[in-house]
């Protein structure tokens, strides 16, 4: 079935009356649908206008709320992001002056470290670091190397490359030392006054049986990190020859010391004297010389010390009396010398070295004192005169006479004690010319003896009603027939025979049974022994034990005789008779008397 829909014949069907009807009322209809339309468009523009409105307020609604967003959300949100901009900003500054720093530093560190090597490369003294257990840095300056003479230091224990460089007493001071740098109780500065080696003698050996010897000088000084000693900082310098040099000052000084003191003993003593007692000295170490060139074998040698000791302490003897100290010096350190051998078990040549050496500085002393004493002859004509032949006899002994009191006097202000010489002869009195100078060393000899062993002190002779100035006294006698007799006498202690007992058996010389079996005059005679000495220590004028035992060698050597006496608390007396010589057969000859 077809359905065909025509509009306008609907519209027709439908409309129709009310069509019609419109059509009647046209003009009403339209001013009415005018009025509809009008109304619709005053309506519409209302709701127009009201949703613009609204718009606008919604509108300015949401401004507001985006405004009110931004502040109360996007404001700080923006605020943050742009303080962390800012912040990274900053940071990224600041890397970049770190990074900067950075690099100017390591390029300072380089610098610095190329500035540190040519240092080391260049500068004069030792420089390195020590660690906690002594061991020498790898950073250290070359002239560490030459210092030690050694191709490498880095890594080596201080301590055992000093082993064989220092004495043994100077390496352990200095192991202890190097222990204390890192205690922190103990100040630097106290540290430093007990550094061993701020100034030392290192020796190095360089060749078999040659060894070299060198000076440095060591400073320490304490790295701290953190309150903590971390290294040690060492500086070494080679001083060698600013102290050969300061060694030839002194030594120059001294020279010209020594020889102000020669001049000035020159002129106080009598020319002849002293040239008399120099021209003995060269002599006396000349056959001294003579002896030990030709005694090379050991049986020899304890002959030769006794021989050597007791003609250095002669001479020290006439020093002292005609007070020329220098030669007194020397000769006491040769006897200091010769004390130290005797009390080895087993002598060997190398042993009198020590003493050939001061022998031969001795005797140049005595050379030099001759050459001044030439010198200055021409302005002193006492000289010619003192140095005739014609010279009395009388004058001869004055002479010895105030020789020996001089020289006692000098010898009792050192000895602190009060002493008066009392010396006797008469006019027939003679000293036969070769007992001259062997008179006066046993005077000397004999004085020196009292004044240590025999005058006691000045309370000590109160206490026995003694004057407290002792007296010696000593007697010359020509004898008929040509002899020669001395006595000499000290009202002093005497000889104690219980301490020559005690000393005599404590040295072995003798057993307790023997000793007690000997006579009184036996015992006495025990002092004259070589090396025999009450005293417990040796000094300047005694304790050597060979006063007497160098008087009674001299007497034996002129076939003469000697007897002591004494008395415990009153006196001590040795009397003396001096043969008359042969001189044409070189004898010595008793006369009747």
């Known amino acids: 079935m077809t359905f065909n829909y025509d509009p306008a014949h609907a519209y027709r069907v439908k409309a129709g009356p009310n069509v019609t009807k419109i059509l009647e009322n046209e003009d009403k209809f339209l001013t009415l649908m005018n009025d509809i339309t009008f109304q619709y468009e005053h309506e519409a523009n209302n709701k127009v206008n009201n949703l613009s409105s609204s718009g606008y307020i919604l509108t300015i609604?949401?401004?507001?709320?985006?405004?009110?967003?931004?502040?109360?959300?996007?404001?700080?949100?923006?605020?943050?992001?742009?303080?962390?901009?800012?912040?990274?900003?900053?940071?990224?500054?600041?890397?970049?002056?770190?990074?900067?720093?950075?690099?100017?530093?390591?390029?300072?560190?380089?610098?610095?470290?190329?500035?540190?090597?040519?240092?080391?490369?260049?500068?004069?003294?030792?420089?390195?670091?020590?660690?906690?257990?002594?061991?020498?840095?790898?950073q250290h300056s070359r002239s560490l190397q030459k210092i030690f003479d050694i191709a490498e230091v880095s890594g080596r224990n201080f301590v055992q490359l000093m082993r064989p460089r220092l004495i043994q007493r100077d390496l352990e001071a200095l192991e202890m030392f190097l222990k204390h740098l890192y205690n922190h109780e103990i100040d630097e500065e106290v540290l430093q006054q007990l550094n061993p080696i701020e100034q030392v003698e290192i020796f190095t050996d360089e060749n078999v049986g040659i060894i070299k010897s060198q000076f440095i000088q060591a400073k320490f000084s304490r790295i701290i990190d953190d309150e903590r000693i971390k290294n040690v900082l060492v500086t070494i310098s080679d001083v060698?020859?600013?102290?050969?040099?300061?060694?030839?000052?002194?030594?120059?000084?001294?020279?010209?010391?020594?020889?102000?003191?020669?001049?000035?003993?020159?002129?106080?003593?009598?020319?002849?004297?002293?040239?008399?007692?120099?021209?003995?000295?060269?002599?006396?170490?000349?056959?001294?010389?003579?002896?030990?060139?030709?005694?090379?074998?050991?049986?020899?040698?304890?002959?030769?010390?006794?021989?050597?000791?007791?003609?250095?302490?002669?001479?020290?003897?006439?020093?002292?009396?005609?007070?020329?100290?220098?030669?007194?010096?020397?000769?006491?350190?040769?006897?200091?010398?010769?004390?130290?051998?005797?009390?080895?078990?087993?002598?060997?040549?190398?042993?009198?070295?020590?003493?050939?050496?001061?022998?031969?500085?001795?005797?140049?002393?005595?050379?030099n004192m001759l050459q001044m004493l030439n010198r200055i002859a021409e302005i002193k004509s006492e000289i010619s005169r003192e140095t005739s032949s014609n010279i009395k006899e009388d004058e001869s002994k004055v002479r010895l006479v105030d020789s020996l009191k001089r020289g006692l006097e000098r010898m009792a202000v050192e000895n602190d004690k009060s002493v008066d010489l009392d010396f006797n002869y008469n006019d027939e009195t003679i000293i036969p010319e070769y007992y001259k100078l062997s008179t006066r060393d046993i005077l000397i000899q004999l004085m020196r003896n009292s004044l240590v062993h025999g005058i006691e002190s000045e309370k000590e002779r109160l206490s026995k009603g003694?004057?407290?100035?002792?007296?010696?006294?000593?007697?010359?006698?020509?004898?008929?027939?040509?002899?020669?007799?001395?006595?000499?006498?000290?009202?002093?202690?005497?000889?104690?025979?219980?301490?020559?007992?005690?000393?005599?058996q404590a040295k072995g010389l003798y057993t307790a049974q023997e000793l007690s079996s000997m006579t009184d005059k036996q015992l006495t005679n025990i002092v004259l022994q070589d090396g025999f000495s009450t005293l417990d220590s040796a000094g300047k004028y005694a304790g050597m034990g060979q006063g007497l035992s160098l008087v009674n060698s001299i007497v034996q050597e002129h076939h003469g005789e000697l007897v002591l006496d004494s008395k415990k608390d009153d006196f001590f007396k040795v009397g003396i008779i001096l043969p008359v010589k042969d001189l044409d057969h070189n004898k010595s000859l008793f006369s009747q008397n």
């Open 61 to 138: 609604i949401a401004l507001m709320l985006l405004v009110l967003v931004g502040l109360f959300i996007f404001r700080p949100v923006s605020k943050r992001i742009q303080n962390y901009t800012e912040e990274l900003i900053e940071k990224e500054q600041s890397l970049n002056i770190a990074i900067e720093n950075e690099r100017n530093e390591r390029e300072q560190v380089t610098y610095l470290s190329k500035q540190a090597q040519t240092v080391f490369e260049n500068v004069e003294q030792g420089i390195f670091l020590l660690d906690r257990n002594n061991i020498i840095s790898d």
């Open 240 to 367: 060698t020859a600013s102290v050969m040099l300061q060694r030839e000052v002194q030594e120059a000084e001294e020279k010209n010391k020594k020889d102000a003191i020669q001049l000035v003993s020159i002129l106080k003593i009598s020319p002849k004297t002293l040239q008399q007692y120099l021209g003995n000295v060269r002599k006396k170490l000349m056959e001294v010389s003579v002896r030990y060139e030709g005694n090379k074998s050991a049986d020899n040698m304890r002959n030769l010390l006794n021989y050597t000791f007791n003609t250095i302490h002669n001479l020290k003897g006439n020093a002292q009396l005609i007070d020329l100290e220098l030669m007194v010096d020397n000769f006491q350190d040769i006897e200091e010398i010769i004390v130290s051998l005797k009390q080895k078990h087993k002598l060997q040549g190398n042993d009198f070295l020590r003493i050939l050496y001061q022998i031969d500085e001795t005797d140049k002393m005595a050379e």
């Open 466 to 504: 003694k004057d407290l100035t002792a007296k010696l006294e000593v007697h010359l006698q020509s004898l008929k027939g040509g002899s020669f007799k001395l006595e000499y006498k000290d009202d002093g202690r005497g000889i104690d025979l219980d301490k020559i007992k005690e000393k005599a």
